[in-house]
């Protein structure tokens, strides 16, 4: 069946570094990929999209990578802060639909 | 404009009692759903609605009913709790192709 999975439970990144989150996909009909943040005791805030017509999108110090041909999303986070300590979520929806799946989620730790 | 509202933030249930979780958007979003978190697990969506009066099953419905009467409301009923169901639950709500939008979520425990 359908999944989207994340390679990394945990990522430890220096404060100033860039931060990669990475995210696979395996429902070829996948068409619009969302990433999200969740904070303790809070429920996930929308950080950046991505529609299966683009590869590349970019906002204030986030940026989204989409490569259809393997499947694979990614979140890169410039300049990481404290602030950005949490964990990050990938989710698909599929064409027509209106569902989204959830990936595992990958906890972001930044360390001073 | 309060977005996504969950209420109680917090229950502890006994095993075989019923209980409703309420949730409400003042966005006018016309989809609704209602997932549960499990540590090391992602979001799995339990039911979803795409206006009122419209109800669907997710991934994981049993043991939960839902029912859309109006537009703002969305509540998630445990008919007999069990200890399976202690999970946070999230209410998430959407207009088109815009994002969802996450309430806090409740935390609820079945002892």
């Known amino acids: 069946g359908e999944s989207v999975g994340l390679h990394l439970p945990t990522l430890s990144v220096q404060e100033g570094d860039n931060s990669i989150i990475n995210c696979a996909y395996s429902n070829s009909a996948s068409d619009y990929f969302i990433w999200y943040k969740q904070e303790s005791g809070k429920g996930p805030q929308f950080i950046i999209d991505?529609?299966?017509?683009?590869d590349k999108r970019q906002g204030q110090r986030v940026t989204v990578l989409l490569n259809k041909t393997v499947k694979h999303l990614s979140l890169q986070i410039a300049a990481t802060q404290p602030g950005d300590s949490a964990v990050y979520f990938c989710?698909?929806?599929?064409?027509?639909?209106?569902?989204?799946?959830f990936g595992t989620g990958t906890q972001l730790k930044v360390e001073l | 404009n309060a977005g996504v509202t969950q209420t109680p933030k917090f229950q502890v249930l006994k095993t075989g009692q019923s209980m409703t979780l309420q949730c409400a958007q003042d966005?006018?979003?016309?989809?609704m759903s209602w997932y549960r978190q499990d540590p090391g697990m992602g979001l799995r969506l339990i039911h979803y609605s795409v206006g009122a009066g419209i109800t669907d099953q997710g991934e994981v419905p049993n043991g939960y009913n839902v029912s859309r009467s109006t537009t703002e409301d969305f509540p998630l009923r445990l008919l007999s709790a069990a200890p399976s169901q202690t999970s946070v639950y999230f209410c998430?709500?959407?207009?088109?192709?815009?994002?969802?939008?996450f309430g806090n979520g409740t935390r609820l425990t079945v002892t």
């Open positions: 966005m006018n979003h016309e989809y």
């Open positions: 998430a709500s959407t207009r088109g192709d815009s994002p969802l939008h």
């Open positions: 989710a698909e929806k599929a064409r027509g639909g209106n569902k989204l799946t």
């Open positions: 991505i529609r299966s017509n683009m």
